[in-house]
């Protein structure tokens, strides 16, 4: 089946580690996305890719990181200098820009 | 001013009848625009797309665009249980230029039996 997968469903860190999400799709989508969702709030842009080695930064890109290597692959990882980062991470793909996006299942992160 | 915003809700609609959800959005150059269901503890789903001004429909549900007044909404009618859930709109804010999709806050429905 085509779709976007994202491991883990749960993640724990302890505080001063840095953590990797996965996100792969399958769906041969030229942009992905990483959105990063908190209790009763919207969705907020992290870093997004229109295209293989490259990405730019969304409007929270701070204490975060992310590659391109491949076209079905973009990781995300979470850094110590991200201030607080315990959230529901999603990351999403689709064909181009300018058209609709599609999620994975999320990611979600608790610092204990 | 935010990118996007939403009738901030909770709204609360019988079973059987129309939810009406409001979306506007700041950048006159947005170009496309997307409505998506989000159930409790799950990630966002596609529920309908627009890209010209006027209504598009897709079954039970419709989406509304004008673009002069920047401004697109969402009817739900003969709203269903399954119905209840937090609805996303979403707005490309820089058109063709770039791609950055940016999302309300969400408005949260609820249909009661």
């Known amino acids: 089946d085509g779709g976007i997968t994202q491991s883990p469903k749960y993640l724990f860190r302890k505080e001063g580690q840095n953590v990797t999400l996965s996100c792969e799709q399958n769906l041969n989508h030229d942009a992905m996305y990483w959105y990063r969702q908190d209790p009763g709030q919207g969705l907020r842009l992290i870093y997004y890719?229109?295209?293989?080695?490259?990405?730019q930064k969304g409007d929270i890109a701070e204490g975060y990181s992310v590659s391109r290597e491949k076209k079905e692959s973009f990781p995300l990882t979470v850094t110590s200098a991200q201030k607080n980062p315990t959230a529901f991470y999603l990351c999403?793909?689709?064909?181009?820009?300018?058209?609709?996006?599609?999620f994975g299942q999320g990611t979600r992160l608790t610092v204990v | 001013q935010k990118e996007v915003e939403q009738n901030s809700g909770p709204l609360s609609v019988p079973e059987g009848a129309i939810a009406s959800l409001n979306c506007t959005y700041s950048d006159r150059g947005s170009q496309s625009f997307f409505w998506y269901r989000q159930y409790s503890g799950k990630s966002p789903e596609l529920i309908m797309s627009?890209?010209?001004?006027g209504d598009k429909e897709d079954g039970r549900f419709t989406a509304q665009l004008n673009k002069a007044s920047q401004y697109v909404s969402l009817l739900i009618r003969d709203s269903q249980p399954s119905d209840s859930a937090t609805y996303l709109c979403?707005?490309?804010?820089?058109?063709?230029?770039?791609?950055?999709?940016?999302f309300g806050a969400g408005t949260t429905v609820t249909v009661r039996a």
């Open positions: 979403a707005v490309n804010p820089l058109g063709y230029r770039d791609y950055k999709l940016s």
């Open positions: 890719s229109q295209i293989v080695n490259d990405f």
């Open positions: 627009i890209y010209s001004n």
């Open positions: 999403a793909s689709s064909i181009t820009r300018n058209t609709e996006a599609f």
